[in-house]
């Protein structure tokens, strides 16, 4: 069985022209040592090396630690939710056609998430059929919040309703969070406190508006092991279990967040063993945050700690990474 791992970005060493009237598109600002500055706008954003588009030393670093292929998606900021639509939908087929010709060149070790401009739900509906037959991709990746949104809205209905035609994974990463202001201290702080809050805000929403309820066939994953919601989880299924307005308009939070899955990026193998009991040993996968500063290396290796039998190891490194792409991951 291939460890996959099912949370890595890219950011393609180029982008396209900025738009004459947009003043938050991304470039890159080349620099030595095959390093880049990714600007939005004129604002220096995150500084990034050729890890981030390089196919061969990608694989070299993967190969280091065991894992048979990535699931690759865009770095979160590039989702650009905050632009004209329109805009959005050119930056979309840019960067997804650069995730297509990584997955081109090593079929074997990369797979594809792309994005979509879901600040246009039904725009973001009908660019999902290109990203799925065009360019090959399998899946989307979407943010936590949508300009404040969270994903749950029933205006988002559309564009799960044509995921689930398609039959494409959906993988929500945080950004922008919206507690952002609430935090105190370095901004730093949004990615370590604001991302798994906010990841788990777009939990719950999935659960109480009622997603899987209307598109049972989604396969929907999240980040960061889906942040905060594995805490209150417990205390939103009780209120469900007592309280009738809130039984009668969503089913069992427990058993829907069972249905859910989620990435294994929470540092503490004690945390771990908690997620695997609280939403099932079937919906826990493989991440790393590759190539970022605050993910987490040797990702697989974590579920070493935890006493499981080998089937339990083998699924959790990577067969419900699998079954949650749709794909084959029984080792060549």
Request: proline fraction near 6%.
């Amino acid at each position: 069985m291939k460890v996959v791992d099912v949370h890595c970005h890219v950011v393609p060493s180029e982008f396209p022209a900025a738009p004459s009237n947009c003043d938050q598109w991304p470039s890159m600002d080349h620099r030595a040592d095959h390093q880049a500055m990714v600007m939005v706008g004129k604002k220096e954003f995150r500084l990034v090396d050729n890890r981030c588009w390089d196919v061969a030393r990608r694989i070299a670093d993967i190969n280091e630690e065991e894992v048979g292929m990535q699931a690759l998606s865009p770095m979160p900021e590039l989702l650009s939710y905050w632009i004209d639509a329109q805009q959005a939908l050119v930056l979309s087929r840019s960067i997804n056609q650069a995730i297509a010709t990584m997955v081109r060149a090593a079929p074997d070790r990369f797979v594809g998430l792309g994005m979509v401009p879901l600040q246009d739900p039904e725009l973001a509906a009908k660019e999902l059929s290109r990203l799925r037959n065009e360019d090959g991709l399998i899946g989307v990746e979407i943010g936590s919040n949508i300009n404040g949104k969270s994903p749950g809205d029933p205006i988002f209905d559309v564009f799960f309703a044509e995921a689930e035609r398609l039959d494409l994974a959906i993988f929500v990463h945080a950004i922008h969070p919206s507690v952002a202001g609430r935090l105190v201290g370095p901004a730093l702080l949004g990615a370590y406190i604001g991302y798994p809050t906010d990841v788990g805000l777009a939990a719950a929403s999935i659960i109480t508006g009622r997603v899987l309820e209307k598109f049972p066939k989604l396969r929907i994953g999240f980040s960061h092991g889906g942040g905060t919601l594995a805490a209150f989880l417990p205390r939103l299924d009780t209120g469900w279990q007592k309280v009738g307005a809130l039984s009668k308009a969503f089913a069992s939070p427990a058993e829907t967040a069972r249905r859910l899955y989620y990435d294994n990026i929470v540092f503490d193998p004690r945390l771990l063993k908690h997620l695997i009991e609280a939403f099932g040993i079937t919906q826990i996968f493989v991440g790393s945050d590759y190539p970022f500063t605050a993910g987490q290396k040797n990702s697989a290796r974590m579920f070493d700690k935890l006493d499981l039998s080998s089937d339990h190891l083998a699924a959790l490194r990577g067969g419900n990474a699998g079954r949650f792409l749709n794909i084959d991951v029984s080792r060549n």
